[in-house]
């Protein structure tokens, strides 16, 4: 198993930048594929981006396309996601998640019932 506690939400202006941290327990962080999903008031928890085991593969969700970038320090047991360029609308609160995987250079992006580990998740607001 693998517990996670996300930090470095806040309040921002549109336009400017945040970085979340998602820190995980154990000794086998390296073996988890990692993802950030984001859930805004009255909407369905959504899929932001993705980090395969190895830090070699990704994937975006296209409203986040160029503006975040998704990473991971396998020795320091964290997975980060720098956010460039907010916009209101990527107002939410932000989850990590977890899922043991094989295959070292796969992202797992989409749904959320590809991940099985959940944090408790980081607010993020974006003013106008």
């Known amino acids: 198993q693998v517990h996670l506690v996300e930090s470095g939400g806040g309040l921002v202006q549109a336009g400017g930048s945040l970085r979340l941290s998602c820190a995980a327990s154990g000794r086998t962080f390296s073996s988890y594929a990692m993802g950030w999903f984001r859930q805004a008031p009255g909407k369905e928890r959504e899929f932001v981006a993705a980090v395969s085991r190895s830090g070699g593969g990704t994937l975006y969700a296209d409203s986040v396309k160029g503006r975040f970038t998704i990473s991971r320090d396998n020795p320091k047991n964290t997975v980060y996601l720098q956010m460039n360029t907010l916009k209101p609308e990527d107002t939410a609160v932000y989850y990590c998640?977890?899922?043991?995987?094989?295959?070292?250079?796969?992202?797992?992006?989409?749904?959320?019932?590809?991940?099985?580990?959940w944090g408790q998740g980081t607010q993020v607001t974006v003013s106008s």
């Open positions: 998640a977890a899922e043991y995987i094989v295959s070292i250079n796969q992202a797992l992006g989409g749904s959320e019932s590809k991940y099985t580990y």
